[in-house]
């Protein structure tokens, strides 16, 4: 009897810790609301119920939600929108490349066009010094006004995942593949499988208030029932070792 308390104890001190972290996850959705180009996640859930482990649910992951966010005109001639599939190759130092749907870029010192964070984006050109206008065309071909005249100053392609929902966040609004994810796939915007770009746009992010405010009622309902399963739990073990003392 004492073992089965015991194992009751655990599995509903497992599944507290497990909607502790899952509500860690609703509270970073909402916290990204106006995060432009921002993916939110949601927690996937495991049994673990057979003889050999009595430790109840287990989150064993958190999946990217892939929808697209809705876009908006901002007038900004260095922000840039993918319209369909597809994310922006960005250098996260250390020869490791990271991959984001945040297109509102900067120009830093060196010229280079640059997330937020600073980090690079990976493209075959460079805007030149002087450069009075930039326009990001639908196939990825950026074009620049150096006084009268528009020159290309070079392309961007875009790269897709075959499972783009088990990419990870990395930090600064930036995603890493997986062996979830599978490999990137690099391409020209507009063409086969991959989403065209749309300047002077930027896209919003892709959480739902609602949906998340749900999850988290829920979570929090069921955290509820956990802890009072575990109080009832203990107090019933308590009551056993009084009896066993008596």
């Known amino acids: 009897m004492a073992t089965s308390l015991f194992h009751i104890l655990n599995i509903s001190r497992m599944d507290m810790l497990s909607r502790m972290t899952a509500l860690d996850t609703v509270a970073n959705n909402v916290s990204n609301i106006n995060t432009m180009g921002y993916r939110g996640s949601r927690s996937n859930f495991q049994e673990m119920l057979d003889k050999a482990k009595l ?24 922000d840039v929108a993918i ?15 990271g991959y984001t749907r945040d297109g509102q870029f900067m120009l830093d010192a060196q010229g280079r066009l ?4 600073g980090n690079p984006l990976i493209w075959t050109g460079t805007i030149p010094a002087g450069a009075e206008e930039i326009a990001f065309q639908p196939d990825g071909l950026v ?18 995942f075959a499972n ?34 749309l300047g002077q746009t930027a896209e919003r992010s892709n959480v739902n208030m ?11 309902r069921n955290f509820q029932m956990s802890t009072r399963i575990f109080q009832a739990t203990d107090t019933m073990i308590s009551q056993a070792i009084h009896v066993r003392k008596g």
């Not at 989150?59 to 901002?74: A, E, I």
């Not at 990395?170 to 989403?195: K, M, Y």
Request: charged share 15%; aromatic share 4%; no cysteine.
């Open 164 to 197: 783009p929902s088990g990419l990870q966040l990395n930090g600064n609004n930036i995603l890493v593949e997986t062996v979830a994810s599978g490999t990137a796939q690099t391409g020209r915007p507009g063409s086969q499988l991959f989403g065209r770009l």
């Open 55 to 78: 430790e109840g649910v287990h989150l064993t992951s958190t999946q990217l939600n892939t929808v697209q966010g809705s876009v908006v005109q901002t007038g900004n001639q260095l």
């Open 210 to 220: 609602a949906d998340e405010m749900t999850n988290m009622i829920v979570i929090q």
């Open 83 to 97: 319209e369909g599939d597809g994310f922006f190759p960005i250098n996260i130092g250390g020869g490791k490349t």
């Open 143 to 160: 074009r620049v006004r150096v006084g009268d005249n528009w020159v290309e100053a070079g392309t961007i392609n875009l790269a897709r």
């Open 114 to 117: 640059v997330t937020a964070s």
